[in-house]
C-alpha cells in the first residue's frame, strides 16, 4: 500500500578529547550555510527533502560518525560550552549528511546551530564565533505518529532500477543492510549500499516488492521486515509505510 504524505517535520568527530561522567563526548562543532537555514537536501545520505527537514531542520553532517553511511539518521544531543551563551540543554540533531571541518564532529545547519544558544542573543554570539567547542552523546530518535517508510529513491527507475532509503527509523538503531525477497527462488537478495543510506538493485524482481532491513542497536544485530509491500508500479519518490515501529 503505497502512503502518500508530505515529508513534515518531526521530532565531530575528534579523537575523544574527553568523557565525562554522563557520557558526553567532547569535540567541536560549526555551521553551514543555508538560504532559509534548513537542511541540504542534496545531502550525502541520499534523504533528499526529508534531510532538509526533519527533526525541523536540526540536521548536521558528521564525519567519524559517518560509518561509511549507517550513520545516517542517527540522532545526537549536542551542547556548547560557553556558560553565558549556551542553553543547558544544547540541540537534538539528525545527521543527514557528510561534512568535515576544522577539527569539527558536527557541520549544522543554521537552525541547529542556533539552538545551542540560550536565547537569540546568545545564539547570535555563538555564530559570530563560527565554531565552538562542545559535547555530545547519541539519543534516541523519536518520530510520534510515524512508522518507519520506505521511500523509492529518485534515481529509480521502473522496471530496471531500484533504489530505496529507509526513513523515520526510531531509536538508536543503524539501519546496516536492505534485502528483497525474490519469488521465483525463494531467496533474500541483497540491495548494495550505493551511498550513504541509499541501496539500490538493478534488475529487480517484476511484481510487487517484499523487503526487510537489518539494524544493529544496544539489542543485537535483527532483520526486520515491512509488513506491506512496495506495489508492482511503483514510482521514484514514491514512500510506501512499513507498518513497523522499531521502540
Given at each position: 500500500?503505497?502512503?502518500?504524505?508530505?515529508?513534515?517535520?518531526?521530532?565531530?568527530?575528534?579523537?575523544?578529547?574527553?568523557?565525562?561522567?554522563?557520557?558526553?563526548?567532547?569535540?567541536?562543532?560549526?555551521?553551514?550555510?543555508s538560504p532559509d537555514c534548513y537542511g541540504n537536501p542534496k545531502g550525502a545520505?541520499?534523504?533528499?527533502?526529508?534531510?532538509?527537514?526533519?527533526?525541523?531542520?536540526?540536521?548536521?553532517?558528521?564525519?567519524?560518525?559517518?560509518?561509511?553511511?549507517?550513520?545516517?539518521?542517527?540522532?545526537?544531543?549536542?551542547?556548547?560550552?560557553?556558560?553565558?551563551?549556551?542553553?543547558?540543554?544544547?540541540?537534538?540533531?539528525?545527521?543527514?549528511?557528510?561534512?568535515?571541518?576544522?577539527?569539527?564532529?558536527?557541520?549544522?545547519?543554521?537552525?541547529?546551530?542556533?539552538?545551542?544558544?540560550?536565547?537569540?542573543?546568545?545564539?547570535?554570539?555563538?555564530?559570530?564565533?563560527?565554531?565552538?567547542?562542545?559535547?555530545?552523546?547519541?539519543?534516541?530518535?523519536?518520530?510520534?505518529?510515524?512508522?518507519?517508510?520506505?521511500?523509492?529513491?529518485?534515481?529509480?527507475r521502473n522496471p530496471d532500477y531500484f533504489a530505496v532509503v529507509v526513513l523515520?527509523?526510531?531509536?538508536?538503531?543503524?539501519?546496516?543492510?536492505?534485502?528483497?525477497?525474490?519469488?521465483?527462488?525463494?531467496?533474500?537478495?541483497?540491495?548494495?549500499?550505493?551511498?550513504?543510506?541509499?541501496?539500490?538493485?538493478s534488475n529487480p524482481p517484476r511484481g510487487e516488492i517484499y523487503l526487510r532491513?537489518?539494524?544493529?542497536?544496544?539489542?543485537?544485530?535483527?532483520?526486520?521486515?515491512?509488513?506491506?509491500?512496495?506495489?508492482?508500479?511503483?514510482?521514484?519518490?514514491?514512500?510506501?509505510?512499513?507498518?513497523?515501529?522499531?521502540?
Open positions: 500500500m503505497e502512503l502518500s504524505f508530505g515529508l513534515l517535520s518531526v521530532i565531530l568527530f575528534l579523537p575523544a578529547l574527553c568523557i565525562s561522567q554522563d557520557t558526553f563526548t567532547c569535540s567541536r562543532a560549526t555551521y553551514y550555510g545520505c541520499g534523504f533528499g527533502e526529508y534531510g532538509r527537514t526533519v527533526n525541523d531542520g536540526s540536521v548536521a553532517g558528521v564525519s567519524r560518525l559517518w560509518r561509511n553511511g549507517s550513520g545516517c539518521g542517527a540522532c545526537y544531543q549536542a551542547r556548547c560550552k560557553i556558560p553565558q551563551y549556551c542553553d543547558e540543554n544544547g540541540a537534538f540533531v539528525v545527521a543527514t549528511d557528510y561534512g568535515e571541518g576544522d577539527r569539527t564532529d558536527f557541520i549544522m545547519s543554521p537552525r541547529a546551530f542556533s539552538r545551542l544558544g540560550r536565547n537569540a542573543d546568545a545564539s547570535a554570539e555563538l555564530f559570530k564565533y563560527g565554531v565552538v567547542d562542545i559535547e555530545y552523546r547519541r539519543v534516541p530518535c523519536s518520530y510520534s505518529g510515524y512508522n518507519v517508510v520506505f521511500k523509492v529513491h529518485e534515481h529509480s523515520y527509523v526510531d531509536g538508536t538503531y543503524d539501519v546496516t543492510a536492505v534485502e528483497l525477497f525474490q519469488q521465483d527462488c525463494q531467496e533474500w537478495k541483497a540491495l548494495r549500499r550505493a551511498f550513504g543510506a541509499m541501496f539500490d538493485y532491513f537489518q539494524v544493529s542497536g544496544s539489542a543485537g544485530i535483527y532483520w526486520v521486515q515491512s509488513r506491506n509491500a512496495i506495489s508492482s508500479d511503483w514510482t521514484a519518490g514514491a514512500t510506501y509505510d512499513t507498518m513497523v515501529q522499531l521502540n
